[in-house]
């Protein structure tokens, strides 16, 4: 397989430990041996460390600490302690454990053989400027107490350069959690493919930057276990490029790029409507309308003067009251309501569920939901829904499921399996779950954690969708691409102004440059 497919295919992947040792089991059955393997994945990973080094401007005359812990992940930090003493570094290995498997124990004392200094107490690392982390990987399997758990903390108050192997000692390999105590990793080399812990929420400060190390599982045991469709899966850049409506055909008119109507805003939320609106915008949508209490009519029209406003009758605090007459569902393709709505704007909710289009419901159009029997109301629908909520609105809508599970990637399944619907449950890794399937967005950035990103958000997915019903292809794909393409503009956003400059505007202004280094001109 070209290695370009191959690393795309395996960015696409995620595994539990399990099935990670079901393949490796696999692969052992099949005929290479532990140790060989152990040594190709240490050697992979010593030359990445290389790598890391010279960018991080670690060289030869500084201190690498090398924790070793009783397993396999123990064996692969001696393997690159030893590389690593070979390439000239000056490595000291600590290993507090009284028992290591075997191969993990040959290799132990191979190093002593060597010369490579080992130290017997943690107080002798605090000289190193570099640590590598070995001690546990995948078979963690308890939580960690005692003598490990106070070495692993006194680790993390000396704030040095900390490189985990496979995963920062103590966190769970599915969950994430934090078993008891956990080494924070700087970075992380994630070995074979990406475990799960990678893409919940939880580890994340623990995890650093994280890079897959790829040592040539092949695809056909991968595929053996997890299947030809697995149920989790992560979004990459190509996935979510694919599914964009580009190029747009030679002949394409307005009305061929679909028609999207946003129901938002009130007095007291204008900006709302106004972010869903510059959201849309950036999708390139053929025709947008926006619905919005009568009173802010003027403000949207001037921050967007390429959308048909539609003022509707309000309330006496300024929500929409119900829908202008002149709006007639049938006519979009699409449908978007919520943002700054309030909940005083609750009788329109009825109205769109009937709506025969696929709609999309954030913000209070979630709240309001949540007072009108979700599962039923959902499953009632005949065309896609799509929900949007961050978790705090994920737990008013379905109380019942939080009381029994923790794990997001799970709980979005189950409401998706419950209702039917695409949940979009927002949060720095995102999942979005049909009752099939799951795809989390795996990179992001917290300069995104503020009022109004999830206005955009709904906006651009509700302006990607029209096309896409248009040409009759599923919808779930081009909810990944506008996930995934939101967070883009972030990190783009937040790379050029600093994490605290990403507001929701100019988050609207970094959707289109965002998307460029990945579209091929039109040649
Ligand atoms: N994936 C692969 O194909 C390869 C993985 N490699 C590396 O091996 C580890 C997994 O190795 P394993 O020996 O199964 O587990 P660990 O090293 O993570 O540790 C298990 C070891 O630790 C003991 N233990 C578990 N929990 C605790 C605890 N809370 N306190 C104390 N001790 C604990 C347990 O009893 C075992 O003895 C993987 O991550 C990779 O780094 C291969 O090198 C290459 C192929
Ligand atoms: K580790």
């Known amino acids: 397989m070209n290695p370009q497919l191959r690393t795309e295919k395996l960015q696409q992947i995620v595994v539990t430990a399990e099935q990670m040792r079901n393949i490796e089991d696999r692969i052992f059955s099949a005929g290479i041996p532990v140790a060989a393997l152990m040594e190709k994945v240490a050697g992979k990973i010593s030359q990445r460390l290389q790598t890391l080094f010279s960018e991080q401007q670690i060289n030869r005359y500084h201190k690498i600490g090398i924790l070793v812990g009783p397993g396999h992940n123990g064996g692969d930090a001696l393997v690159i302690a030893r590389e690593l003493y ?10 507090p454990f009284s028992k290591r498997k075997e191969l993990t124990e040959a290799h132990a004392n191979y190093a002593v053989s060597l010369g490579i200094p080992v130290c017997s107490n943690i107080e002798e690392l605090q000289t190193c400027d570099v640590l590598i982390d070995g001690l546990f990987g995948f078979g963690l399997e308890r939580f960690i107490i005692g003598e490990i758990a106070t070495i692993i903390n006194t680790i993390n108050t000396w704030n040095k350069f900390v490189v985990s192997i496979d995963l920062p000692s103590g966190i769970h390999t599915d969950t994430g959690e934090i078993l008891g105590t956990a080494i924070r990793a700087d970075f992380t080399l994630c070995l074979g493919l990406w475990k799960q812990a990678f893409l919940q929420e939880v580890g994340l400060d623990y995890i650093g930057i994280a890079e897959l190390i790829d040592f040539d599982i092949p695809l056909t045991d991968i595929t053996a276990i997890l299947g030809e469709s697995p149920i989790l899966n992560r979004i990459t850049p190509s ?28 007095q007291q939320y204008t900006g709302a409507a106004i972010l869903a609106g510059l959201g849309a915008r950036a999708s390139g949508i053929g025709m947008l309308s926006i619905a919005v209490p009568n009173s802010i009519k003027p403000l949207l029209s001037s921050a967007l003067p390429e959308a048909l406003i539609i003022g509707c009758p309000e309330t006496e605090n300024g929500a929409i009251l119900k829908l202008s007459e002149e709006i007639d569902l049938r006519r979009y393709q699409t449908i978007a309501c919520g943002p700054g709505l309030t909940p005083e704007a609750h009788p329109i909710l009825d109205r769109v569920l009937t709506a025969n289009c696929p709609i999309i419901l954030d913000a209070d159009a979630l709240n309001i939901l949540a007072k009108l029997n979700p599962f039923f109301t959902l499953s009632s629908r005949q065309s896609p829904t799509i929900i949007t909520p961050h978790f705090g609105e994920f737990k008013r809508l379905f ?8 794990n997001k990637i799970t709980l979005a399944k189950q409401a998706a399996e419950l209702t039917g619907a695409i949940i979009v449950l927002k949060g720095a890794r995102t999942c979005i779950a049909t009752p099939n399937q799951v795809w989390i967005n795996p990179d ?38 506008a996930v995934w393409w939101h967070s883009q503009a972030g990190i783009l956003a937040a790379r050029e102004r600093t994490e605290l400059g990403v507001d929701a505007y100019t988050l609207t202004q970094y959707l289109i440059p965002a998307l460029i280094p990945f579209i091929k001109p039109r040649s």
């Open 239 to 266: 996935i979510a490029i694919h599914s964009l409506p580009l190029p747009r055909l030679a002949n394409s008119h307005k009305y061929k790029n679909g028609h999207l109507l946003i129901i938002a805003g009130s």
């Open 86 to 95: 070979f390439l000239g570094y000056y490595v000291i290995i600590y290993s």
């Open 399 to 406: 109380p019942e499921l939080i009381e029994l599970e923790k």
């Open 444 to 481: 992001s950035t917290p300069a995104l954690g503020r009022g109004g990103s999830g206005d955009v958000l709904t906006g651009l997915i509700g302006g990607l969708l029209p096309p896409i019903i248009l040409a009759e292809k599923p919808v779930e794909s081009i909810v990944n691409t």
